[in-house]
């Protein structure tokens, strides 16, 4: 979010600047000729950071889509798929069926394939047949229930009662029980337990601040929206102002769409960039009768907020990494 570093953990720390630097150096020198992408180098950086230390467990995230992503020159022995929306609809089709199809191409033969999206396309099967990976789905081969403040996991091997709810969504909470299920490693419920009661994700509904509440979220898709505004809908605040930048390659309007019911006041934020929505563009997909001022940046559009906001209310900031990266960067240094 405001570290280069942050992108590779290990044990949970981030990798240091030597450790980085070094990693760096070793792929600059064996690419030769070989003309790579940022993110084909950042990738092959931090392999060369696990093969230095050597971990039991390599945790990869896919940055866009699967098929094509460079972390995907791994024959991951479990791959998992958190969700299926419309996202980078320029590289992976406008649709959910073209996208299911992308998304499985991390699958691999006779290897579990997770799937925590409710009812997946067909496609999705299909793609998995072709592959002849192990499909694990929601609804399917594992379930979860809610009941007051606790919830239940059903799975292969695992039945869970009495977990704790996390802060993160229980759809890929439950996800990623369904995963350790098949990881060859002794993982006790009380393990379990206290990983859902800590679990935080930088950036994912977090709190900043109370009196007025602010809270960050890196929202900036519709599938991601829903959630946001299902969080919202469950606030106790005197009214909502919304500080949002986005980027113009994402789904505005439908993103924007989920939210609407919950703002009460617009704090419309230009971005910086080839790919930089401007808050005019955002100001656009609004209803008419909406609230809105428009600023230059995101600090600014902040400041705004901060300034109108009383003790009682809530400022969520959301619509990008880069719209939550400078608010959290100016928390910081604040």
Known sequence: MLRYNERVKINGCEISDEDLCSAFGEIEQKRAEISLT????GTLAAFAVF???QPDVIILEVGLGGRLDATNIIDADISVITSIDLDHCDWLGDTKEAIAVEKAGIYRSGKPAICGEPNPPQTLYTAVEQINARLYAV???FDYQVTGDKWAFQGQHWQLKDLPVPVLPLQNAATVLATL??????ISQDAICNGLSQVQLTGRFQTLQHNPTVIIDVAHNPHAARYLAEQLNKQKADRILAVVGMLKDKDIEHTLQHVVPYVDIWYLADLSGARAAMAKDLAAVLPSKSIYTCHVNVTDAYKAALTEATAHDLIIVFGSFFTVA???AGTVQH
Not at 38 to 41: M, N, Y
Not at 181 to 186: G, Q, R
């Open 326 to 328: 400078d608010v959290l």
């Open 51 to 53: 093969k230095k230390y």
């Open 38 to 41: 940022f993110f084909e180098f």
């Open 139 to 141: 609804g399917e081969q």
């Open 181 to 186: 299920e098949h990881v060859p490693l002794s």
